[in-house]
């Protein structure tokens, strides 16, 4: 049995290892064909680049590795049913149990070191392409500014831009949102504009045409004033020419960027707020006081729930690595002959519905509808079922007649 174990291992190398390249090849490609516009001609270094597609691609192990998985053990398998090698196997006496044995073992072993990566490189590399984004969009104007959207690249302010063109730095159709000031909010409009640095690079002035300031007095809303104007400037403090990096010891707090322990310990705080606030509403409140702890109690149980289902997340994308080995075995013996290519199509249809699943848990999760612990392992559940229903069948039916 020691033989025929290596034997199975070594027929799921090849494909595991081609399924892999392949899946990380694609999604760097699908990633920077999805931001070319904003890397080519804005001045950005190529190591720079280079290092910002690398620090990417961390995300895309966690997924590549369980899709890979799943390609490989259908693959694997269904060349071992072609072959008659399981016809072979079973006339031995050695069942389909007893085939997937050393490949759970493996996968396993791999969801592990998935789950390692997930939760220590992959949040310092979420982290530090975050802070690499942000440097460049706010040393390098025309890669921070996206037409029609709003840009966020200078603090307190959110920019929209309608149309950019690089090479004359002119915009149209520009809306400038003011948040730096809690005296009163100012919005600004105008037709045209040119954004460009100061002559020692310390700021990034917006020299704006043809347009209106209006401003509202915060917080009760009485005072208004409405300015129109020819010709006016806005001056932001930039981060200086070029390519300056972070010093990469800022707060994190995006759930893409912490680890799973730190994700309980966020998740665990966010309780202790609606444990507290729960209290509070138990003794003799006024009414503004009351709606102010209910309202407080709801956008905590939304972050609970946001982080919760993140912390749940790394677990259960971990072990679709064990999860995919049950599932793709039968599927495998099912498909029998097709190669890569039915291989391939049978795994992306099964991940697309895994990963599906994933996504639908984890926005029920986050509305409260169903606790984060069991909205995020649902797909986990579901392919396992599926999987052990397949083999059930197959061991009794399909498997026998298999040549």
């Known amino acids: 049995?020691?033989?025929?174990?290596?034997?199975?291992?070594?027929?799921?190398?090849?494909?595991?290892?081609?399924?892999?390249?392949?899946?990380?090849?694609?999604?760097?490609?699908?990633?920077?064909?999805?931001?070319?516009?904003?890397?080519?001609?804005?001045?950005?270094?190529?190591?720079?680049?280079?290092?910002?597609?690398?620090?990417?691609?961390?995300?895309?192990?966690?997924?590549?590795?369980?899709?890979?998985?799943?390609?490989?053990?259908?693959?694997?398998?269904?060349?071992?049913?072609?072959?008659?090698?399981?016809?072979?196997?079973?006339?031995?006496?050695?069942?389909?149990?007893?085939?997937?044995?050393?490949?759970?073992?493996?996968?396993?072993?791999?969801?592990?070191?998935?789950?390692?990566?997930?939760?220590?490189?992959?949040?310092?590399?979420?982290?530090?392409?975050?802070?690499?984004?942000?440097?460049?969009?706010?040393?390098?104007?025309?890669?921070?500014?996206?037409?029609?959207?709003?840009?966020?690249?200078?603090?307190?302010?959110?920019?929209?831009?309608?149309?950019?063109?690089?090479?004359?730095?002119?915009?149209?159709?520009?809306?400038?949102?003011?948040?730096?000031?809690?005296?009163?909010?100012?919005?600004?409009?105008?037709?045209?504009?040119?954004?460009?640095?100061?002559?020692?690079?310390?700021?990034?002035?917006?020299?704006?045409?043809?347009g209106e300031i209006h401003q509202t007095g915060q917080p009760d809303h009485k005072s208004y004033r409405n300015m129109s104007f020819a010709k006016h400037r806005f001056v932001f403090e930039s981060s200086g020419f070029g390519f300056v990096r972070s010093s990469g010891k800022g707060a994190r707090t995006d759930d893409s960027e912490l680890s799973a322990n730190e994700l309980l310990g966020v998740g665990n705080e966010f309780m202790k707020r609606i444990v507290a606030s729960e209290k509070r509403i138990q003794m003799p409140l006024e009414k503004m006081e009351l709606e102010g702890e209910l309202q407080s109690i709801a956008a905590n149980k939304s972050m609970y729930n946001r982080y919760m289902a993140a912390y749940h997340k790394k677990y259960a994308l971990s072990l679709a690595c064990f999860v995919f080995v049950i599932v793709g075995a039968p599927l495998g013996v099912l498909a029998r002959r097709g190669g890569f290519g039915v291989g391939a199509a049978v795994s992306l249809v099964f991940f697309i519905f895994y990963w599906m699943l994933m996504i639908s848990g984890e926005k029920i999760a986050e509305r409260g509808v169903v606790d984060p612990m069991i909205a995020m392992w649902m797909a986990n559940v579901v392919m396992v079922g599926t999987g052990i229903g397949l083999v059930v069948t197959l061991s009794g039916a399909v498997f026998n007649t298999s040549r």
């Open 1 to 210: 049995m020691k033989i025929i174990d290596r034997y199975i291992l070594k027929t799921h190398i090849g494909p595991f290892l081609f399924a892999f390249i392949t899946l990380i090849f694609v999604l760097i490609l699908q990633f920077f064909t999805t931001f070319a516009d904003r890397f080519i001609g804005k001045g950005i270094g190529f190591s720079a680049m280079a290092e910002l597609i690398l620090l990417q691609s961390a995300w895309m192990v966690g997924l590549a590795a369980p899709m890979a998985v799943l390609v490989a053990v259908v693959m694997a398998f269904g060349s071992l049913t072609t072959t008659s090698e399981m016809t072979v196997f079973r006339a031995s006496g050695i069942s389909l149990y007893r085939l997937m044995i050393p490949v759970l073992c493996a996968a396993l072993l791999l969801s592990f070191l998935v789950e390692r990566f997930n939760n220590i490189v992959l949040p310092q590399a979420n982290y530090h392409a975050k802070s690499m984004m942000v440097d460049i969009a706010r040393s390098k104007p025309a890669f921070g500014l996206t037409e029609n959207a709003f840009s966020t690249l200078i603090d307190g302010y959110s920019i929209y831009v309608r149309k950019f063109d690089d090479r004359t730095k002119e915009l149209q159709g520009i809306v400038i949102y003011d948040g730096t000031r809690p005296q009163y909010s100012t919005m600004a409009t105008a037709e045209k504009g040119i954004v460009d640095f100061s002559h020692d690079y310390q700021y990034l002035v917006m020299t704006l045409y043809n």
